[in-house]
Structures are given as C-alpha cells and as structure tokens.
C-alpha cells in the first residue's frame, strides 16, 4: 500500500476507529474526511451506494466497505506490517468467529441492554451479559484476543473495551462489572493503554457528551 | 497425516450446502452427519456452544463454526486447487463484502416470504426483490460473481437457488420474469458438479418450507 488512501469516517464511530486503528498498527498515511450522517456527502453516497455508512477506504480511487472486510484488506495489502491477522488458517477462522460475534451478536445485545427500558432492558441485560461471557471466556490467561499483542478481535472488540464504559456511564446500566468480568475488565484497562489504540480513541467526555445528547432525543 | 474432516450439518439449510459445495469443489473427502435441530447432539452443543447452529466443520478434532468462515478456511487450507477466493487484495475485498450482503438480507428477506401475511408479506416481497435486483447489478455481465470463474460470492448465494421454488410459491413472483439474470446465473452454476450434487431438489425444499409455515403461522 502507499499511493492515495482516504477514510470517510465519524469521530465518535466505533467501527471508524477499527479501520484508523488498522492504518495506524501498520504506519500508513491517509487522508480523514469527517461524515456527517445527518447530511451524508455525495462521496459517501458514491463510495458506498449499498449500505451508505461509514467505515469506507477509498485506495487509489477504490472503495471498499464494512469495517471487517477493510480490516482485511489493509492486513492483506501490508503483509510486512504488523499482523492483524494470525498467519495460521485455524487461528484466523477463529479471530473471524470472535469478531463477527461482536458485531453480529454483542452490539445488538448491549445497544438493547443500554437504551431499552423496562421488562425488555431486564431481558436485554441478561442476554448481554451471557454473551459478554462468551468473550471472558475466550480471553482464558491471554493479555489480548490475540495474544500478546492486539489482533483484529481486539480492535473489534473496541466497542466493549471502551465504548461501552461510556454507554454504561450515561444510560446507568451495568453490564461488564470487575467482578462478573475480571478477565475482559483487565483486558480493557490494557487495551486503552496500549500504544496506537490510546493515541487514536476519540476523548471520553467528548463521546459521553454526545452520548447524554442523543439520550435526549430518543 | 490422515485429514479427518466431518461435517455437522441439516440437509436443507442453504448455510451447510455452501460448506459442501467448498468441499466438493476442492475434492475433500469428510464424513456428513446430519442434526436434528429439534433434539441437537452433544456433538454440536460441545463444538459451536456459542450459536449452537449448523454447519460446524470439523477437522482434525477442531470446529470451525459459520459457513463463510469455514468456505475461507477450506479455500486456505486446501489451496493447491480450484481457488474460491480472488488472488487480488481488492477483489477479495469486494468478494467478502458481496457475501456479507447475501448473508446479511437474502435469509431474513427471504424468510418473511412465508413467515408473514398481508401488508407485511407486501413490504416483504418488496424487499426481496430490491434485494435480488441489487445482486442482479452486481453480476453484470459476468458468467460468475467472481468474474470468469465460479468464486466466494457464488458459493455464498447460490445455494439459495434451491429455495427459489418456496421463495416464488410464498412470495407470489416468478424469479424467471423478475430476474432472469439471476436464474441464468444459478443455472450456469448447476452445470457444476459441486452444485448440482449439493442442492437438493426444489420440491423437496418447498415441501419442507411448507411444513414450516404451517407451523410458524399455527395454520
């Protein structure tokens, strides 16, 4: 890779920060173009006619979409960079597994336990947190998903290691407490800590701010 | 070493068949075992006790569980023939993203066909067809999804060729006068041995749908 490398993006989207997370781990320039999703650029329409969101990387004039797919593609177009993928297929069968369960299975689950109310929140919660237990149990004695350094699980995991502290924070909901999740509790602390991750998430108050606005107009 | 390579699978679901047309494609000798959903075997709550869903392939004593996944795992592992997946970094991109869309609307659009009545079925039939019309484009004039060989994508929708039947009896349509492009499509791709040995028979297909239905809306 090299050449013309643009992301369209939001600030506050966890799925953004993945692929900015990706183009960081492997040292490659690109160009941040802020989306507003209230008014979605003609760019974006273009780049995207399918599903019209953000993620997108548009390399040398080719788009490609779905945060995942991406991540693939920067691992597959940088193969001397760091490893987002592990090399061996069984153990990249099993960070594809693990990521498609956050975004299939997780983010549904936790947007339903934060933001519903009433009976459907209880049941929410309690399918979240089963499915939470999924991923503690994963992490087994690792310091990440993937090993000893962060892999694609991990940076698709950062909805629960870090955005999900804010939701939790602004709705009230508890979902990934120490002692129920100690393992993925520890996993978060090192996850935010660790180099290109803590220099590219968004600022805590700035996602809590924007969180406790769109609280209000639901 | 002996490759031990068994299949935990259901023999109408659209997810398994794609598992077994990667299977046949690359030659892979496994052993098929077929779960009844309703009474699920140790087997396959101990290997996918997260979804606890078919397909689940299993080699050596290690599942792969999500049939995308595993058609990627096979294609890797067995890469001395017949290749699924494009070589090109940008073409494997769109590949992977055409599947995800198979995967993430033709089921549940498809399944509303004969899952619901009235003004909801309308919305559905809609839907689907917007669906199928979008693939539609996206095929062009290629022989393949995946250009001039039968690829990733392919495998990923083709086996819902065998629920066009059921789609088109619930759904009130002809999938031949909407999307001719399509049907010309899955026809090419019968001609394939791994596919027409794979897909079971569309009467029976729309047999077991019915069956289903009946169920589902308590009739």
């Known amino acids: 890779m090299g050449e013309e490398v643009v992301v369209?993006?939001?600030?506050v989207n966890p799925y953004s920060r993945r692929v900015e997370t990706a183009m960081r781990l492997k040292g490659v320039p690109y160009r941040y173009i802020e989306?507003?999703?209230?008014?979605?650029?003609?760019?974006?329409?273009?780049?995207?006619?399918?599903?019209?969101?953000?993620?997108?990387?548009?390399?040398?004039?080719?788009?490609?979409?779905?945060?995942?797919?991406?991540?693939?593609?920067?691992?597959?177009?940088?193969?001397q960079g760091f490893p987002i993928l592990p090399r061996d297929p069984y153990e990249r069968a099993t960070a594809r597994f693990w990521s498609k369960f956050i975004d299939d299975k997780c983010m549904p689950a936790i947007t339903q336990a934060c933001w519903d109310e009433g009976e459907a929140s209880d049941k929410a919660v309690e399918e979240a947190t089963e499915l939470l237990m999924f991923l503690e149990n994963e992490l087994k004695e690792k310091r990440f998903f993937g090993g000893e350094r962060i892999g694609m699980v991990d940076i698709a995991a950062n909805i629960v290691g870090f955005w999900l502290g804010t939701i939790e924070e602004v709705t009230g909901v508890e979902l990934m407490t120490r002692d129920k999740f100690p393992k993925l509790s520890n996993w978060s602390i090192e996850f935010v800590r660790s180099n290109v991750i803590k220099e590219n998430l968004p600022p805590r108050e700035g996602v809590i701010s924007y969180l406790r606005k769109k609280r209000l107009t639901r | 070493m002996a490759e031990e390579v068994v299949l935990l699978d259901f023999w109408v679901s659209m997810f398994g068949m794609r598992v077994r047309v990667a299977l046949a494609e690359k030659g892979i000798k496994y052993e098929y075992r077929e779960e009844d959903l309703r009474n699920k075997s140790d087997l396959l709550l101990q290997m996918n006790p997260v979804h606890k869903k078919i397909p689940v392939l299993i080699h050596n004593g290690k599942p792969i569980c999500e049939s995308l996944i595993i058609v990627q795992y096979i294609d890797e592992v067995w890469n001395d023939k017949s290749p699924l997946l494009p070589s090109d970094p940008y073409k494997r991109a769109q590949a992977r993203f055409w599947a995800d869309f198979v995967d993430k609307k033709v089921y549940e659009s498809g399944r509303k066909l004969w899952t619901t009545k009235g003004e909801e079925h309308g919305a559905a039939k809609k839907e689907f067809l917007e669906i199928l019309k979008t693939l539609e484009e996206e095929l062009g004039e290629k022989p393949y999804f995946g250009g001039e060989t039968f690829g990733f994508v392919d495998?990923?929708?083709?086996?819902?060729?065998?629920?066009?039947?059921?789609?088109?009896?619930?759904?009130?349509?002809?999938?031949?006068?909407?999307?001719?492009?399509?049907?010309?499509?899955?026809?090419?791709?019968?001609?394939?041995?791994?596919?027409?040995?794979?897909?079971?028979?569309?009467?029976?297909?729309?047999?077991?749908?019915?069956?289903?239905?009946?169920?589902?809306?308590?009739?």
């Open chain 1, 8 to 11: 369209f993006d939001v600030w």
């Open chain 1, 35 to 79: 989306e507003d999703l209230g008014n979605k650029s003609p760019l974006l329409l273009k780049y995207n006619p399918i599903h019209e969101k953000v993620p997108v990387l548009v390399h040398n004039g080719n788009p490609i979409a779905e945060s995942l797919v991406i991540l693939e593609y920067i691992d597959e177009t940088r193969p």
């Open chain 2, 155 to 219: 495998v990923a929708f083709v086996t819902f060729y065998s629920w066009f039947n059921a789609f088109e009896t619930f759904g009130e349509f002809s999938m031949e006068a909407e999307h001719p492009k399509i049907i010309a499509w899955a026809k090419r791709c019968m001609q394939k041995e791994s596919v027409a040995k794979t897909l079971p028979d569309q009467q029976k297909v729309y047999e077991f749908v019915l069956g289903m239905r009946k169920r589902f809306l308590g009739e």
